[in-house]
């Protein structure tokens, strides 16, 4: 379960990583660490996201951050890029990665199977679609639980 103060964090994030060009992936606040970890992923949508953009975002996330005064605990700011080992979520990661391999899990199991592997398609608002050794699976987007890229393939 993600940490109540995360999407505030997003809300404030977001703005400031547009501002830089940027897209923030990702949120998360480790709090079970010491001090607490809240690390935000971010990507480049124009080139690969490289050091660079992750320290212009840290800098001026922080200072957003401590300007907020959302965290009222000392804290540590990682950002990072999540790489390309990721899940897909939004309409414009479904329309980049067409084509790419793909794992779907469904939860119930559709169709007798709860996990489906092929080359993504597309996705409309009630169906994902996947090419598998080219026949073409029509998945309810209702019942997919997580679509993520496939890295052995």
């Known amino acids: ?9 997003i809300d404030l994030a977001t703005p400031v990583a547009e501002e830089l060009g940027l897209e ?17 992923d971010i990507r480049n949508p124009q080139q ?14 922080e200072a957003s951050l401590d300007a907020a005064e959302i965290v009222p605990d000392t804290y540590v700011l990682e950002v990072s890029s999540p790489g390309i080992s990721r899940q897909l979520v939004t309409d414009r990661e479904f329309i980049s990665f067409k084509g790419f391999p793909v794992i779907i899990s469904t939860t119930p199991p559709y169709d007798g199977q709860q996990e489906w592997i092929g080359q993504l398609i597309r996705r409309d608002e009630i169906t994902l679609y996947l090419n598998q050794k080219g026949r ?17 393939r």
């Open 1 to 9: 379960m993600a940490h109540p103060l995360v999407p505030q964090i």
């Open 24 to 40: 923030v992936v990702g949120v998360v606040f480790h709090t079970h660490q010491s001090p607490p970890v809240l690390r935000v």
């Open 48 to 61: 690969d996201t490289g050091l660079n953009d992750c320290e212009r975002m840290s800098r001026a996330l």
């Open 136 to 152: 073409v699976v029509e998945i309810p987007r209702s019942l997919i639980t997580k679509v993520q890229l496939d890295e052995r």
